[in-house]
């Protein structure tokens, strides 16, 4: 798990990968699996269980998703920040 997150007590939407100074606000049915897995195979602070044993469920238990508000950017102004969207077609 994510310095930030931890430190927040896991209520933020906002994962922010410290070490790399990297934040992303997960966004659901947008991929938000993938780079949740991404993240955390970069991050040093991330408990990741052993890889036979992982599966989705594994990101999301790491870095839970929350409910997006605007303010919580500010903590990580200093980040590079992004956020993943899709246009269904």
């Known amino acids: ?3 930030f997150v931890r ?3 896991r209520r933020l939407m906002v994962i922010a990968v ?3 100074k990297i934040a992303y606000m997960a966004l659901p049915k947008a991929g938000c699996s993938t780079v ?4 955390a195979q ?4 991330a408990s990741l ?3 036979a044993e992982r599966d989705v469920n594994s990101w999301h238990a790491i870095y839970p998703t ?4 605007p303010h919580r950017w500010e903590k990580v102004a200093d ?3 992004f956020c993943v969207v899709r246009e269904p077609l």
């Open 42 to 45: 970069i991050d040093p602070q």
């Open 49 to 51: 269980p052993p890889e």
């Open 66 to 69: 929350r409910r997006f508000r």
């Open 18 to 20: 410290e070490t790399h």
């Open 36 to 39: 949740k897995a991404a993240l």
């Open 1 to 3: 798990m994510s310095v």
């Open 7 to 9: 430190q927040l007590g």
């Open 79 to 81: 980040h590079w920040r």
